[in-house]
């Protein structure tokens, strides 16, 4: 379907509404759509949460967040179209009585009556169940018309419980009826990856083992926790980033070309990488995934607290907020080429992209250039903030003699007027007219678990201190542990 497409009036319930992901992506990707007048005039948001207020209070808290957040795409107009849809529930999740007032405010919409309904979960995935058993007590499962029930990330918290999770889902609801969202995939430096290699016949006859080395897909944030220790201090960078957007990164570097662009033959694809990832062993995971917390350091100047200080951070929490680790998958493209990932919070710089090393020549020819200059080629992929691809090859160096040097090719993603899609908006988008393909199918969250649960399962029966990185570097010095004798690092610039 083309992002275009019209939308369907709809009911759209959105939980955890006073939550941080509802402030700083759901608020602002629905504001964005009224302000292109996308929003079907018969379009209902009704926002739930714990919080004792009323409409009107709810509404003042809209706006002065999305007067934050939106700066000059804010506009008087456009907020008061946009805060007519809106009403207020409030309710605890586990309280049945809550849901029941729920079901009494669909049935008097703002701007007029619609079966069509969403229930966005954004909520922590200890609080999934109890929405999902208490919307179907009251019949909220059932509708007659569209209905989808959103799910975030992470699914569930480790394979057995995303296990559970799925079949409280489906004692409910139908499998096409459930999104599960992972937002990496609707951005769209991420879908170009596909571009990149299945359109390109330059790129893809190399994609193979015979001529790559490695892969590196490294995720940086420079920001901390913020206001997410309640969330993030049971959750930790692997089910945070691994489990979800980073293994999306590596099934759609290392797929096989799908047959057709379509949801389920993509989803086919990315479902034999993770089945080939070969699962670490639990005595290996030491060698194999370095774990680590931010330490206090001073950044840009300014002061920056450590993990264990920041507010609502358990004080001996061993919740990592860094993850390196080392994969193989067992294929006939990949096997030997490890596989290189690393995220964490509180990193030198907000950057994420893949970076692609190529085999070093056959022979040496050019024997005039050092050998430490005989870099092999990279390929580079940049995801964000800057877009694009980039390849180093090597020249001659201009004058006498036959001496080579690195130089770049630069394949900018975007002309700087083309305005950048953001990949909540597209979902969110995506969701109202009710097209999945960008959503995530049970059997991939199952295989992604699998990976990760070996690690888990490791550091939960290891206790020791988890050693710490100084906030604003790019790691702990124990994750070049993963190339000790290799001639291989950790690229931290594209
Ligand atoms: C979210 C994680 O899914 O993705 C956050 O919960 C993380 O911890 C965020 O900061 C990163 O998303 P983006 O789009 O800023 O790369």
């Given at each position: ?7 369907y009036?709809c ?24 302000l ?33 957040k ?8 456009c ?83 995303a296990?559970?999770?799925n ?9 096409q ?36 080395d ?17 969330y993030?201090?049971?959750s930790?960078a ?93 294929n ?35 024997r ?67 097209d999945?393909t ?39 010095e ?17």
């Amino acid at each position: 379907m083309n992002s275009e497409d019209a939308l369907y009036p709809c009911s759209f319930v959105i939980f955890g509404a006073t939550g941080h992901l509802a402030a700083t992506k759901l608020l602002p990707s629905l504001y964005r759509l009224e302000l292109q007048k996308r929003l079907p005039e018969v379009t209902n948001f009704v926002a739930f949460a714990r919080r004792d207020w009323d409409d009107a209070a709810w509404k003042a808290h809209m706006e002065e967040s999305l007067r934050q957040k939106l700066g000059a795409q804010f506009t008087p107009e456009c907020f008061a179209r946009f805060a007519t849809r809106f009403s207020y529930v409030r309710g605890d999740l586990n309280d049945v009585q809550a849901y029941k007032r729920l079901l009494e405010e669909l049935g008097k919409p703002k701007t007029g009556v619609c079966s069509n309904m969403v229930f966005y979960l954004a909520l922590k995935p200890e609080d999934f169940s109890a929405a999902v058993d208490n919307l179907a007590a009251v019949g909220l499962n059932r509708p007659r018309g569209l209905h989808r029930i959103v799910v975030e990330k992470p699914f569930g918290s480790d394979l057995q419980g995303a296990q559970a999770l799925n079949e409280r889902l489906h004692r409910h609801y139908d499998e096409q009826q459930i999104y599960r969202i992972d937002h990496y995939l609707a951005k769209e430096t991420v879908q170009n990856l596909l571009v990149f290699r299945f359109a390109n016949t330059l790129i893809e006859p190399v994609w193979h083992r015979h001529f790559i080395d490695h892969v590196q897909i490294t995720v940086g944030e420079r920001a901390g926790i913020e206001t997410r220790a309640d969330y993030y201090d049971k959750s930790g960078a692997l089910r945070d980033m691994v489990q979800n957007h980073i293994m999306q990164l590596l099934t759609l570097v290392a797929m096989e070309p799908p047959a057709a662009l379509e949801a389920n033959a993509l989803r086919d694809e990315k479902v034999k990488v993770l089945r080939s990832i070969r699962p670490i062993p639990l005595d290996e995971v030491p060698a194999s995934v370095v774990r680590a917390q931010y330490a206090a350091a001073s950044v840009e100047g300014k002061p920056v607290p450590g993990y264990l200080g920041e507010p609502g951070v358990e004080k001996n929490s061993s919740t990592e907020t860094y993850v390196a680790a080392r994969f193989y998958i067992d294929n006939w493209r990949w096997r030997g080429v490890p596989f290189y990932l690393r995220t964490g919070k509180r990193l030198a710089e907000q950057q994420s992209f893949i970076a692609i090393r190529m085999r070093h020549p056959p022979q040496q020819l050019f024997r005039e250039t050092a050998l430490a200059n005989m870099t092999p080629n990279w390929i580079l992929l940049s995801l964000q903030p800057d877009e694009g691809m980039h390849m180093e090859i090597h020249a001659k160096r201009p004058g006498l003699g036959m001496q080579t040097r690195v130089i770049r090719m630069e394949a900018g993603y975007r002309d700087s007027h083309e305005p950048a899609a953001d990949a909540y908006e597209a979902l969110l988008a995506d969701i109202i007219r009710g097209d999945a393909t960008n959503f995530i199918r049970f059997d991939e969250v199952e295989w992604a678990w699998r990976v990760v649960d070996p690690i888990l399962r490791s550091w939960a029966a290891n206790r020791e201190a988890l050693p710490t990185y100084p906030a604003g570097s790019w790691g702990p010095e124990e994750a070049r542990a993963l190339f000790a004798g290799e001639d291989r690092m950790w690229r931290d610039q594209v």
